[in-house]
């Protein structure tokens, strides 16, 4: 565990926490891609079923928990308790177009092709393009609330760490996890023109606005 | 040699 990986994951835990805060103080999911965030409950589905057949750290298994039980609160909250308030004219990306290729690739490209492993790699490859639906929406609206914005930033930041901390790892200790780091990659590059929009607008103090 | 599965990471 070095620091890019612990406040990668501080990061990733602010996100969820933030969206769902946000949500639960202003009664509101106007702004959020409930598609997802379903997408983001199924990564973490999928590649946590190890919790039942590989403990690494109470840390580990804690954080497995609290992700998972954030996550489905949340979507919880998108479909049932604050249903009326889900934008879902805007939310209009196909989830499918994004889940069966993934599907089909980690049957392809994985570690090793047990059950296990295939869902790891499904979660992995689901992850890094899950935060397109959310992106498009706001491409749709051409706007976000400054809330949403910082969730996604932190959400971006998350991944931006865990690449330095691939770095650190390879050289420090030897070790590569091939699948994750390109997935890595895809994901963090994602959030690039976010990140540029973010930086010049929010933190200037201005709504994030897309010219239309 | 990296270990398969055994993803340590979150």
Known sequence: MNVFRLTGDLSHLVAIILLLLKIWKTRSCAGISGKSQVMFALVFTT??????????SPYNS?????YLGCSYATVYMIYMKFKASYD?????????????PVGGLAFLVNHEFTP???LWTFSIYLESVAIL?????ITKTGEAETIT??????????????????????????FFDLIAIVAGCVQTILYCDFFYLYITKVLHGKKLSLPA | KQLLQNHDEL
Not at chain 1, 47 to 56: E, H, K
Not at chain 1, 157 to 174: K, P, Q, S, T, V
Request: net charge neutral; aromatic share 24%; hydrophobic share 55%.
């Open chain 1, 62 to 66: 804690v954080m497995k928990v609290i």
């Open chain 1, 133 to 137: 639906p959310q992106l498009f929406m």
């Open chain 1, 88 to 100: 879902g004219n805007h939310d209009t990306f196909r989830a499918e177009f994004l889940i069966i």
């Open chain 1, 116 to 118: 296990l492993e295939i």
């Open chain 1, 47 to 56: 590649r946590y079923l190890d919790l039942f057949t590989n403990f690494i």
């Open chain 1, 149 to 174: 914005t910082h969730y996604l930033f932190a959400l971006g930041l998350y991944r931006a760490l865990y690449l330095i901390n691939w770095i650190w790892r390879y050289y420090f200790e030897g």
